[in-house]
């Protein structure tokens, strides 16, 4: 079943005359302080890390009918990024590399990708609640802001924000030439 946004749905104007309005879309807990607003959530979706990117796109398409929708390629095409959709649902999968490796029996393979409005935010906030830092977050190639922090119970979160609308074509050429000056 789909979910809409309430507010995108009847207008901002209405929104806010509901949350006055009607009691069970009020704040229960009080108007929040400049400190305490969160940035907008706007997507989240497991990554899963395997060791054959190319084999797990055959295998979901197979098994799930999933269509790979996008796909970025290091020099050695292993895959960096693979978006798939099956139905109405959407997740990633990358190649193991040095960063993540593939799982070990009994491992977690999954990196859960959160988009939102504000990732440097988003990642003050999660350091300041416990989690770690794997990588800051930058500016990166691709036209996102991410970094990628280890909550404390162990699970791998990209947190980022767009900052440009590219291609796929793009994508691939700006992957390529971050590889090449490595």
């Known amino acids: 079943m789909p979910t809409y946004r309430l507010d995108a749905l009847i207008g901002r104007a209405a929104w806010e005359r509901c949350r006055s309005e009607i009691p069970f879309v009020q704040d229960t807990a009080g108007p929040a302080r400049d400190d305490q607003r969160m940035t907008d959530i706007l997507e989240l979706y497991p990554r899963l890390v395997v060791g054959d990117g190319a084999g797990a796109c055959a295998f979901y398409a197979s098994a799930l009918g999933a269509e790979t929708t996008e796909r970025y390629t290091d020099p050695d095409g292993r895959i960096v990024h693979a978006m798939l959709r099956a139905g109405p649902i959407h997740f990633a999968i990358k190649d193991a590399d040095g960063y993540d490796p593939a799982p070990a029996a009994g491992g977690v393979p999954v990196i859960m990708a959160l988009y939102v409005s504000d990732a440097d935010a988003v990642a003050g906030r999660m350091v300041a609640a416990g989690a770690t830092v794997v990588f800051p977050v930058a500016d990166q190639p691709y036209g996102e802001r991410g970094g990628r922090l280890a909550d404390?119970?162990?699970?791998?979160?990209?947190?980022?924000?767009h900052t440009e609308r590219l291609t796929p074509e793009q994508i691939q050429a700006r992957t390529d030439a971050t590889y090449e000056q490595a």
Do not use: C, R, V
Request: hydrophobic fraction near 50%; aromatic fraction near 20%; charged fraction near 0%.
């Open 152 to 161: 404390p119970y162990g699970h791998l979160w990209m947190i980022a924000q």
